[in-house]
């Protein structure tokens, strides 16, 4: 039921990987996987031995002489066939050998149509490359406000007078219509041709972080949405590739504002990422539902 993997985690930046992969183990997928600089590797490593971390990246001050984008993306590229779908983006940073090799991965991805999801620095791809997603359409991206400026900026789009959700569906077009997540008070989620809005009710504070959950849960739907394609169980086939891509949007969206309604009545002001990831279940749970298992 879905093996991912968090593709980010640099020396300075070692929760937002963790945070990703423990959603999506929360949320039930079989495997977390995090794709990480060996800095960060030794830390997260003693966050939760539910994770499988591998020390496959390498930021410019430690990489080798004989070490390349090309050569380090190999070892990422050659576990592709084990994964169904990946994070790229959450502690990536800026170093531009960790952009370089992301960005070699994101064409193999590409070639063997694994669904990916953008976001943090990983955006930083989508605007400065954008034949890395243009036209793709299992690619998800989830900017924030600021990202979002960004984006759009890269795609000469003036977001100046646009009524809410016009924007985000302006910028999917742009992308040959990739589904984006525009993240904010309402999450707006567009391909280009719906637009739909995620106006469940969340915390009344953003903590840094929140946005991890939504990777992760995102990239379980995702896996979950294959497995559903592969028919792993019997069932009618009545969705498609491109409504499922929807769902597993929207469902990303509302368990993370679930996640962070139910941490903010427990935690208040002082509630953190980490936080949001032991509500993960619960907001399953609450907005899903789930029947008691035949033992």
């Not at 999506?24 to 971390?53: F, R, W």
């Not at 070892?75 to 992301?102: A, E, F, Q, S, Y």
Request: charged residues 20%.
């Amino acid at each position: 039921m879905g093996r991912v993997a968090v593709i980010g985690g640099s020396e300075d930046y070692t929760g937002a990987p963790y945070f990703s992969a423990m959603a999506s183990a929360k949320l039930g997928a079989d495997m977390s996987h995090v794709i990480c600089e060996p800095q960060a590797a030794q830390v997260i490593k003693t966050y939760s031995p539910n994770l499988m971390v591998h020390p496959l990246m390498r930021q410019s001050s430690h990489a080798g002489t004989l070490e390349s984008a090309s050569s380090i993306a190999k070892n990422v590229i050659d576990m592709l066939p084990r994964l169904h779908v990946l994070v790229v983006g959450p502690g990536l940073g800026r170093d531009k050998l960790m952009h370089d090799t992301c960005a070699k991965v994101l064409e193999a991805a590409r070639k063997q149509n694994v669904p990916f999801v953008l976001d943090a620095d990983g955006l930083n791809l989508a605007q400065t490359r954008p034949e890395l997603v243009q036209g793709y359409k299992e690619c998800i991206l989830t900017p924030n406000v600021v990202e979002f400026g960004r984006l759009c900026k890269s795609k000469g789009i003036d977001t100046q007078g646009l009524k809410e959700g016009s924007a985000v569906e302006k910028l999917s077009k742009a992308f040959g219509g990739v589904t984006i997540i525009q993240k904010g008070p309402n999450d707006y989620i567009s391909n280009g041709d719906n637009t739909y809005v995620c106006d469940i009710q969340g915390g009344l504070k953003r903590s840094g972080g929140q946005g991890d959950t939504l990777t992760g849960t995102l990239a379980t739907f995702l896996a979950w949405r294959k497995a559903y394609l592969d028919k792993l169980w019997e069932h009618e086939g009545d969705l498609d590739s491109v409504e499922l891509l929807a769902l597993a949007a929207f469902g990303g969206s509302a368990i993370t504002r679930e996640c962070s309604r139910l941490a903010f009545a427990k935690k208040g002001r002082s509630m953190q990422a980490s936080d949001l990831t032991e509500e993960v279940y619960v907001a399953f749970k609450n907005l899903l539902g789930e029947s008691a298992p035949k033992l």
